[in-house]
């Protein structure tokens, strides 16, 4: 395990929240082929193993959920 890594239980539960999410944001771009949403589906399921406070999980997926959207109104 890394150093300063901590099972710390509210932040295994709060990780369930961004890759539901990115789990719904995946199927869709799957099934619309649409690569903003596809990509970010992913990287939204993967990010919280590599998160461990609660300050870096919400700005890295506020960062990711913005990437996204920024791409759809470009029209990608």
Same mark, same amino acid.
């Given at each position: 395990?890394?150093?300063? #890594?901590? #099972?710390?239980?509210?932040?295994?539960?709060?990780?369930?929240?961004?890759?539901?999410?990115? !789990?719904?944001?995946?199927? +869709?771009?799957? *099934? &619309?082929?649409?690569?903003?949403?596809?990509?970010?589906?992913?990287?939204? &399921? =993967?990010?919280?193993?590599?998160?461990?406070?609660?300050?870096?999980?919400?700005?890295?997926?506020?960062?990711?959920?913005?990437?996204?959207? !920024?791409? =759809? *109104?470009?029209? +990608?």
């Amino acid at each position: 395990m890394p150093p300063g #890594f901590d #099972f710390d239980p509210t932040v295994l539960i709060v990780s369930l929240i961004p890759s539901g999410i990115g !789990f719904v944001l995946f199927t +869709y771009g799957k *099934k &619309m082929h649409r690569m903003p949403q596809l990509i970010g589906g992913i990287a939204l &399921m =993967v990010y919280p193993y590599f998160t461990t406070t609660m300050a870096s999980m919400t700005s890295v997926g506020v960062l990711i959920c913005a990437a996204v959207w !920024f791409l =759809v *109104k470009l029209d +990608y």
